[in-house]
């Protein structure tokens, strides 16, 4: 008696944890469109700052979003579950979904309406994927659909990755590679001979500090937006250089 008990509170709980995760995934209606081209060559580059799609991890599985998703780069490294809906066009591939990151910005086009070309115009929710993730869920020939979407786990292999420009006195730390919630809050570094230091948002997932760190190992911590917070320890030694990136062994988990 006392096993079955035990069976029917594991199934219970098992039950409630599914919910849960199911109350957890709002889904919200938008509309997508692409670009880039059929190898997602076009979407290299973009307001992230992420560079190369495919050496940065993040491959031809990404978007653009409108001004009210992306949040002045808030939004970057997300990773959005994106389905047609079926119920308000014929143009979906029925039964498909696809996951992509946020890499860049879709501007406001204010010389045309937003339900007529304007499509990333305020407050509209829109992505503007790249052609293959587009083509995963739609028909090509339709140019816009409606869309479903959910935010859903990043996930990454290996640790974040911290990359490091600008000069002395000017740190401009690039963070990607990021699991789990995928979009950074806050980040800090810390020299091997400093305290921990807070970085600024410069643009996208470009972090700044203005403290001088040649010449000391230089450690990070990384708040995603969803409250996490991982450290990376010792990721770039003492003889770190301007123009390199440097990857951790830790990211979040997803």
Known sequence: MEKKLLVVLFLSLCCASRLRGEAAQQWTSATATFYGGSDASGTMGGSCGYGNMYSAGYGTNTTALSSALYGDGASCGACYLVTCDASATRWCKNGTSVTVTATNYCPPNYSESGDAGGWCNPPRRHFDMSQPAWEAIAVYSAGIVPVRYARTPCRRVGGIR?????????????????????AVAAAWVKGSGTEWLSMSRNWGENWQSNAYLTGQALSFRVQAD?????????????????????????????
């Open 162 to 182: 911290f990359g490091i420009a600008g000069h002395d006195y000017y740190e401009l730390v690039l963070v990607t590679n990021v699991a789990g919630s995928g």
């Open 226 to 254: 969803d409250g996490g917070v991982v450290t990376a320890y010792d990721v770039a030694p003492a003889n770190w250089q301007f123009g390199s990136t440097y990857q951790s062994d830790v990211n979040f988990s997803y």
